[in-house]
Every structure is written in structure tokens, then in C-alpha cells.
């Protein structure tokens, strides 16, 4: 925008100063026309007075004061340190020597501009200023400007010049046009702050709601609670926000639906299962009533970790302050109590609270300390806080996870372990319920396998001060 505004103004000044500089081209032309008539008019005049009359005719002239011309007769071509180019000078030379050739009919006209102060007036001997003012200093000089004189010579006879010398009343004949004067710039920057400003509002009238549009998109994963968006602005951007309201319902009554279906399958799968575990337990063969038990076993377990998995999923609570280096302390207790071993590095600076949802927070450190514990028997925390979000790093002693497999483990109900036990190997749903709840922090968890031996889990957290929803 701000090219396009330069770009306009620099044409529009462009055309018109060619308009001006034409302008000012055609009045030079005709004021200059005039005074080669007038000075035609005067050296006609002084070719026509006898040799012995022109010198009273001059002392005449001189002793009158402001004429519009100086004459003079010279014995020779007064040298004249010429001035001046470029079409205005262009237009005056040709002009005032075409009309005397013309009106004159001689061929050797000498037409010049000098400066006041450089101009010499009687067989170059004598300048302008020294001239008395009543000779001269009336007719070309205009203080306080210094515009250029015109000079023109003739030869009237052999030793004998005429010399009339003349002001054409422009100041600025040779000063050259100022294209970007200080008004002008002035003006420009003007339009263009005026433009930008306007521009501005309107722009910031048009994307206000595409940002609330943005930001409802960023906050809907987290939280389909969140209230309608604002159907105004735009047609084109009310009708998306009408798209938007009505895609976020329908993502609601599905995720609604889901969890009604699960707490369906639940209540209905429990009376079976308890029915099939009675009659597992009246069977006469030991090997197969523990099998079957085991069985029913899994498949208990399948179904609760499907339901812990949608209600990880949508664990709704406010927000509020959490202490991380307590947290992971109070996991660390309940861990060793069955038997696992976790070492919270200690710092000499404790790290300051977190702003999260503190039961969701606590289900994804769990999940990972129980992961690390389990595989690797230890896990050694880290904490680190670096001002804007706060790292933590879990290593632990086990076998560590294939490359090829860091991305896989995330997914729903894949275990590396090989057993479908519970008790070797759990639902395979612990890493993606700790990730999901990271994510809906703003962090993230990373895997990575050590250098020397076990698994290290990176889990980043930003610090905001609040937290939409999960």
C-alpha cells in the first residue's frame, strides 16, 4: 500500500510538473519575444542617429534613470563570462536572436546572460557596481535577488559595438525546477500518513474478527466449552463464523455421545463379565479356570483403560497454581510404596509454580514415572525452569525403545511389551493419555533414547496464565 500511495503521487507530480514546466516554457517564450521587439526597436534606433549624436543620446539615457535598457557603444566585443543552460536559456537566446536577425537583417548577433557582479559595461574595464546607481543599477539590478542580465552585441561599424544589456524580470530563470520541495514533500507525507491511517482502521475493522476466528480455532481442541464465537464483521467472515459455531456443536454432541456410549458399554459389560467370573470359578480344571480367569482378566482391563482413556481425555477443572518439585515428590513416595525407586534432582533454585490443572497434570507425570519405573525399575527426574516454560526430563535404567518406534508408542493400545497381561505390560495407553494432556497445556513430550542406556522422556511445559480446557 505504502508503493502503491508513493507510486500514485509520484506520477500525479510528475504530470504536473511537466504541466508547470510547459507552462512556464510558453510564458518565458512570449516575454522573451517581447523584449527582442524592444531591443530590435532600440538598436534600430541607434543605427539610424549620426556617429556624433549617440554619445549625448547615451549621457541623455544615463542621467534619466530607470530605463528599462543600458546602452552603450563599445570599441570592441565586451567579453561576457556566459551562464546558464538548459531549455530556458535555450528559449531566450533563440527568440532574441531570431527577431534581430529578422528585424535587423545581420547574421552576427551575440546574445549572453552574466551575473550582476561579473558584468562589465564599458570596454571591460568598468563593472556594473561601480557604475553610479542613477546609470544603470536601476534598470538591472533588483535587490535583494540577483537575477541573471541579458547582454546582446552588435557590431554597428568596424571599431564600433553596440552594447544593451537588459533584465527579462524572471528571478529564477536558471535556478531549475524543484521537484521535491519541502512543501511538496510536506503534502506527500501527509496524504500518506492520512492514507496509512484510514487504511489502517479499515483493515483493522475487517481482520478483528478473523483474529477472533483464529483464536477460537487455536482454543477449540482444548476446550468445546468455550463460548460461541461473535456471528458479525464481514459477510464473508460472519458466514465462516457461522460454519465455525456449528462445526464446534456438532464436535460436542459427538464427543457427548462418545462418552455416553462408553459409560453404556461399561455398565452393560460389567453384569456379563461378573456372570462369566462366577462361572470361571466353579470350573473343576485348575489349568483352565485360571486361564479363563486371565482372559476375563484382559479383557477387564481392555475395557477399563478404554474408559480411563476417554475420561483422561475430557478431565474438565479450573486452573490454579501447581508446585511441580512437590508433585513429583508425592508420586515418588507413592511409587516406592510399590516397590519402584524415583530421584527428584534437587536445585538450589526451586522452580516457581506452575499455572495447570493440577488432576490432569498429576495423571500425566504418573503415567510417565509408572512407564519408567516399570521397564527400567529407577527413574531420575530433572526439573529446569527457563523463564517462559519449564522442562522435565525422566531417564530411566531400561532397555529403551527402538527408533523406529519412538512415534508408535503414543498411539492407543500399542505396548511393546509382548504379553497382553496387566500385570506385565498394561493397556499401552499411558504415553498417549500423558501426551494429550501436554498438548493441551501447550507443551509437548518427546522421547529419546540415552547414549549409554534407558529411555529419556522429555515433557515441556510453557508458563501462561491460564489454561483452556483439556
Known amino acids: 500500500m505504502i508503493a502503491g500511495v508513493l507510486a500514485a503521487q509520484g506520477a500525479s507530480y510528475a504530470i504536473w510538473t511537466s504541466q508547470v514546466r510547459s507552462s512556464h516554457l510558453a510564458q518565458l517564450d512570449e516575454l522573451s519575444t517581447n523584449m527582442a521587439f524592444s531591443i530590435a526597436s532600440t538598436m534600430k534606433f541607434f543605427r539610424s542617429l549620426p556617429v556624433d549624436y549617440r554619445h549625448i543620446v547615451l549621457d541623455q539615457l544615463r542621467n534619466m534613470g530607470g530605463t528599462r535598457f543600458f546602452v552603450s557603444v563599445n570599441e570592441r566585443r565586451l567579453i561576457v563570462d556566459d551562464i546558464g543552460s538548459g531549455p530556458e536559456k535555450e528559449v531566450v537566446v533563440n527568440n532574441v536572436r531570431s527577431v534581430l536577425t529578422q528585424q535587423l537583417n545581420i547574421d552576427d548577433v551575440i546574445v549572453e546572460f552574466s ?9 571591460n574595464e568598468v563593472l556594473l557596481y561601480d557604475l553610479p546607481p542613477r546609470w544603470g543599477q536601476h534598470s538591472l539590478l533588483m535587490e535583494p535577488l540577483s537575477p541573471p542580465i541579458l547582454v546582446v552585441q552588435l557590431e554597428l561599424a568596424p571599431n564600433t559595438w553596440l552594447y544593451v544589456a537588459t533584465l527579462l524580470g524572471v528571478p529564477d530563470i536558471f535556478s531549475g525546477y524543484r521537484w521535491l520541495s519541502e512543501e511538496r514533500l510536506l503534502v506527500g507525507l501527509l496524504v500518506l500518513l492520512s492514507v496509512l491511517a484510514l487504511s489502517l482502521l479499515g483493515i483493522t475493522s475487517v481482520t478483528r474478527p478473523l483474529a477472533r476466528l483464529s483464536r477460537a480455532a487455536n482454543q477449540l481442541g482444548d476446550d468445546l466449552d468455550m463460548p460461541p464465537l461473535k456471528e458479525s464483521g464481514p459477510k464473508e467472515v460472519a458466514a465462516t463464523a457461522v460454519a465455525f459455531n ?69 478431565l474438565h477443572e479450573e486452573p490454579a497454581p501447581v508446585d511441580l518439585t512437590l508433585l513429583l515428590e508425592e508420586l515418588a513416595e507413592e511409587l516406592s510404596l510399590q516397590g519402584g525407586q524415583v530421584t527428584v534432582e534437587k536445585k538450589a533454585h526451586p522452580v516457581a509454580p506452575l499455572i495447570a490443572k493440577p488432576l490432569a497434570l498429576k495423571r500425566c507425570l504418573a503415567n510417565l514415572l509408572e512407564n519408567a519405573v516399570f521397564y527400567g525399575k529407577q527413574a531420575d527426574v530433572q526439573l529446569s525452569d527457563q523463564g517462559t516454560s519449564v522442562t522435565l526430563q525422566i531417564r530411566d ?20 511389551e509382548p504379553s497382553r497381561s496387566r500385570h506385565t505390560g498394561g493397556s499401552g495407553l499411558g504415553l498417549g493419555i500423558a501426551r494429550h494432556i501436554a498438548r493441551a497445556h501447550g507443551g509437548d513430550i518427546a522421547l529419546a533414547n540415552h547414549a549409554v542406556k534407558g529411555l529419556v522422556v522429555t515433557l515441556t511445559l510453557p508458563r501462561q496464565e491460564t489454561i483452556t480446557g483439556l
Open 115 to 123: 551575473r550582476p557582479e561579473d558584468l562589465r559595461v564599458f570596454n
Open 246 to 314: 456449528r462445526m464446534q456443536r456438532r464436535i460436542r454432541e459427538q464427543i457427548e455421545e462418545r462418552e455416553r456410549l462408553f459409560s453404556a458399554i461399561s455398565h452393560d459389560l460389567k453384569t456379563p463379565l461378573t456372570r462369566m467370573r462366577l462361572r470361571a470359578e466353579m470350573l473343576d480344571d485348575d489349568h483352565q479356570r485360571e486361564r479363563f480367569c486371565a482372559s476375563l482378566d484382559e479383557l477387564d482391563s481392555l475395557v477399563k483403560g478404554a474408559l480411563a482413556s476417554v475420561k483422561g481425555l475430557d
Open 397 to 416: 535404567d531400561g532397555p529403551g525403545i527402538p527408533e523406529d518406534q519412538l512415534g508408535r508408542v503414543f498411539s492407543p493400545f500399542v505396548r511393546l
